[in-house]
């Protein structure tokens, strides 16, 4: 580790000489000034970690260029030495942001002291800026799991774009996370205090879809009685996530390209424009290029929506963080049903760990819930919870959660039911239960002696 900087600024030549020989040995790299005019030179031209300057100086005294220095480098730290009883210099100095002072006469062991108190208390703000800048970062991807290099590319390209106000468009297939996704952009941003309005295109009818979007005035619909706002303007300062934007009627696609051209709405039945300040998030999961070929989406729209393309990848295509997302999952439920602490089996995450998980998240999610409530009050998540009348995962294992069977028994089932599945395709079936061909064999000959 390189040493620390000093820079001693002290009229007294003497004085000056003896600190400057002093710190040195102590392993202080150090610079030195006869006058403040020199060590504000010295600190416009250098960078230094401490400045240990005299209060009484000519033309630039310790008070100045302690002010003219933090203003250079607000980090720089200031050790003011006074003379004896000169005790409002002091408060002056720590009011302007000194660490600390010292009168004269002093011992070296006294500045040293001082020295080593300051450089300690900066560790420690260090320590403490990095534990906080941990913390906000573990708060930030609180809810999302995954450490894979797709997820932590992810998590790169949310650090790129949170703090700005371009239009980010989220693709990816169902049940991946792409309005999680969305939310954490938002809490991330400088907008994360402002209102988080989000809203499925495909759930609204096309005949409402405007008023939805931009709001109304009284009487402009049938059953228009009274005016309201849009969720724009619900949004407005805040972000506004269109899930599925690619359900957007054909007929609202121009109005929507203006108004994230221009910035400003206008209510349904209404002839003034209403500024909004909104950041857009849009979801997918479609081919976007095959529906703007077919002519479904406008082109000037998605290029203005897909300034930051975030691509979620499937489950199946990150299945190393399968066991971070089941112990994710099985603490949430575990403690929304007030269960005992559940223990995931080794068996049963080979299995899972090996399944194509067409629902991706939202499936192996949906599956923990259903294997917890299985489960019971048995504290071991075993196959038979996750696979429990669903085929979900490629097995039809059916144990009903009051029937007791011993291990061998639940694992002669297991097999029987997956040669069925590969259509007594041993080499597949040994494949997906991780064992060898000849394991499998040698289970089926016990199995067959046992009749």
């Known amino acids: 580790m390189a040493p620390k900087k000093l820079l001693v600024v002290v009229d007294d030549n003497s004085l000056r000489e003896i600190m400057t020989k002093a710190l040195e040995n102590n392993g202080y790299d150090v610079d030195a000034a006869g ?95 990095q534990l906080r800048e941990k913390i906000h970062y573990e708060e930030k991807y609180s809810k999302m799991v995954g450490k894979s290099p ?41 907008r994360k205090d402002k209102p988080f309005v989000k809203i499925n295109c495909a759930a609204i009818p096309e005949a409402l879809f405007e008023s939805t979007l931009f709001g109304q005035e009284k009487g402009s619909l049938t059953n228009g009685m009274r005016p309201h706002m ?66 479904k989406i406008h082109s000037d729209l998605y290029h203005r929506l897909n300034v930051f393309p975030v691509l979620v990848p499937a489950l199946c295509e990150h299945l190393e963080d399968i066991p971070l997302l089941l112990n994710h999952f099985i603490k949430i439920f575990g403690e929304k049903y007030k269960c005992d602490e559940k223990t995931l089996m080794p068996e049963t995450l080979k299995v899972l760990t090996k399944q194509p998980w067409k629902g991706n998240v939202r499936e192996l ?16 998540l075993n196959l038979e919870y996750f696979s429990q009348d669903s085929d979900s995962f490629g097995l039809e294992v059916n144990f009903p959660p009051s029937e007791s069977l011993t291990i061998a028994e639940m694992e ?35 199995y067959d002696g046992n009749k």
Do not use: W
């Open 230 to 295: 849009g969720l724009f303007e619900e949004a407005n300062t805040g972000t506004l996530l269109l899930d599925e934007i690619s359900d957007i009627p054909h007929a609202m696609q121009t109005k929507l390209l203006r108004v994230l051209q221009e910035g400003k709405i206008k209510r349904v039945g209404s002839i003034y424009e209403i500024p909004v300040d909104v950041r857009i998030i849009t979801t997918s999961n479609q081919n976007i290029d095959k529906l703007i070929e077919e002519k």
């Open 35 to 129: 006058d403040g005019a020199s060590g504000l030179r010295a600190i416009q031209n250098k960078k230094f970690d401490l400045v240990i300057t005299d209060v009484s100086m000519p033309e630039v005294n310790g008070i100045e260029l302690l002010e003219a220095g933090l203003k250079l480098h607000p980090e720089l730290g200031f050790l003011i030495i006074t003379a004896h009883g000169i005790v409002d210099s002091a408060v002056e100095a720590l009011q302007k942001g000194a660490f600390d002072f010292i009168s004269k006469p002093f011992s070296l062991t006294q500045i040293k002291s001082r020295i080593d108190c300051f450089f300690k208390y900066e560790d420690l703000v260090n320590e403490n800026k």
């Open 412 to 446: 002669k089932r297991l097999i029987y039911c997956t040669l069925k599945k590969t259509k007594n395709n041993r080499t597949k079936a040994a494949e997906l239960l991780d064992i060898s061909v000849r394991t499998l064999r040698n289970k089926l000959n016990i």
């Open 365 to 380: 999610k949906d599956l923990t819930e259903r294997a917890i409530l299985y489960s019971g009050k048995n504290s071991n």
């Open 150 to 190: 797709q997820m932590t590319h992810i998590y790169h390209q949310i650090d790129i774009i949170a703090k700005s106000d371009t239009p980010v468009f989220i693709q990816g297939e169902a049940g991946t996370g792409k309005e999680l996704i969305a939310q954490t952009i938002h809490n991330a941003s400088d």
